[in-house]
C-alpha cells in the first residue's frame, strides 16, 4: 500500500525560506508522477507542482514559478519542495500527493502546515 508522509512545515517570515519532504512507501516510487498541492483556509486545493519519473520534467503552478523548486531522490522514496522568497498568500495546507499508475492523483499525504507572516 503507497503511503505519502509530509514534514518541514512551519511559520515563516516573509521573503524566508521552506523545504517540505515527502517520504513514500513502497518499492515502486521511482515509477510514480509526484506532485505537491496547497489549501488555504475557505480555498479549494490548487496545483503547486509536479515532477515526473525521472525527475527530467517539473511544472509549476504560475503564483509559484521562479520561487518553488520540486525534486526527487528515487534512491531515497522522497519527493522535496524548495520553498524560497515565501509570501502571506502562500500560506496553506501543503499535500504531497503521487500518481501510482493511471492518470489521477490518487494517493495524498495527510498535510503539512506552512504559514507565512507578513
Known amino acids: 500500500q503507497v503511503q505519502l508522509v509530509e514534514s518541514g512545515g512551519g511559520l515563516v517570515q516573509a521573503g524566508g525560506s521552506l523545504r517540505l519532504s515527502c517520504a513514500a512507501s513502497?518499492?515502486?516510487?521511482?515509477?510514480?508522477?509526484m506532485g505537491w498541492f496547497r489549501q488555504a483556509p475557505g480555498k479549494e486545493r490548487e496545483f503547486v507542482a509536479s515532477?515526473?519519473?525521472?525527475?527530467?520534467?517539473?511544472y509549476y503552478a504560475g503564483s509559484v514559478k521562479g520561487r518553488f523548486t520540486i525534486s526527487r531522490d528515487n534512491v531515497k522514496n522522497t519527493v522535496f519542495l524548495q520553498m524560497s522568497s515565501l509570501k502571506p498568500e502562500d500560506t496553506a495546507v501543503y499535500y504531497c500527493?503521487?500518481?501510482?499508475?493511471?492518470?489521477?492523483?490518487?494517493?495524498w499525504g495527510q498535510g503539512t502546515q506552512v504559514t507565512v507572516s507578513s
Open positions: 513502497g518499492r515502486t516510487f521511482g515509477s510514480w508522477l
Open positions: 515532477i515526473s519519473r525521472s525527475g527530467s520534467n517539473v
Open positions: 500527493a503521487a500518481i501510482p499508475s493511471g492518470s489521477n492523483w490518487s494517493v
